[in-house]
């Protein structure tokens, strides 16, 4: 297993348009999250999964957001009719359930909207 | 509700000095605390975590930090920095009820002179 892997790396859209991102986790891992973090800050929680279900949604999520699980496995992010605020680094993480405290990250998705 | 804050966004040391990076944190459960590294457009790793049991805890690369419940601190410190040890660091706090959901201080860069 290689880790977390987040697809794509880099991403240049323009506004308005619509963007996903794809994350693999870990695969034994049945706990995905999702984190955005922008220039000098720490990464803020999104929302998370266990298994295909979404069990928790932060208030930044707003209904442009969009974020599936459909078999457990992999996720994808979608952001429709992008706003330049939105240009930031998307993080996926991915953990056992029996949460020990390790949650290990993906290298990101860094979206930048033009 | 959880919050981090840590002190000082930017600490600069001395090849062979000692680290020190602050973290204090609030919250009204018994928290886990994690530290995690960054560096330039790459995920974030794991140094070191609290969960239960000794207060103090050793992480990778020579970290360690101290939980110290009665200060709500839980600082991280090497005692020799060393060149590849320049990076950005997060402190983050979660509870074991918490779905595994990570609260991230702001971050603090650290420099790191010859």
């Known amino acids: 297993d290689t880790g977390v892997s987040q697809d794509p790396r880099h991403k240049i859209t323009k506004r308005g348009q619509n963007v996903t991102f794809r994350c693999d986790p870990i695969s034994e891992h049945n706990r995905l999250y999702w984190y955005r973090q922008t220039l000098g800050q720490g990464p803020e929680f999104l929302t998370y999964?266990?298994?295909?279900?979404?069990?928790?949604k932060s208030r930044l999520l707003s209904d442009r957001f969009s974020a599936e699980r459909p078999k457990g496995s992999f996720s994808t992010l979608e952001i429709q009719r992008t706003e330049q605020g939105d240009s930031a680094m998307y993080l996926c993480a991915s953990s056992t359930q029996d949460f020990n405290g390790e949650a290990f990250f993906g290298q990101g998705t860094r979206l930048t909207v033009v | 509700a959880q919050s981090v804050t840590q002190l000082g966004s930017h600490v600069s040391v001395s090849e062979g000095a000692l680290v020190l990076l602050r973290c204090n944190y609030s919250?009204?459960?018994?928290?886990?605390l994690f530290w995690y590294v960054q560096y330039p457009n790459q995920g974030l790793q794991l140094l070191l975590k609290?969960?239960?049991?000794?207060?103090l805890v050793k992480g990778i690369n020579g970290f360690e930090a101290e939980f110290k419940k009665s200060e709500t601190s839980f600082h991280l410190t090497k005692p020799s920095a060393h060149m590849s040890d320049a990076a950005e660091y997060f402190c983050a706090v979660s509870h074991y009820n918490q779905g595994g959901k990570l609260i991230f201080g702001q971050g603090t860069e650290l420099s790191v002179k010859p």
């Open positions: 999964f266990q298994n295909e279900a979404q069990l928790e």
């Open positions: 609290y969960t239960t049991g000794a207060t």
């Open positions: 919250s009204s459960v018994p928290p886990y």
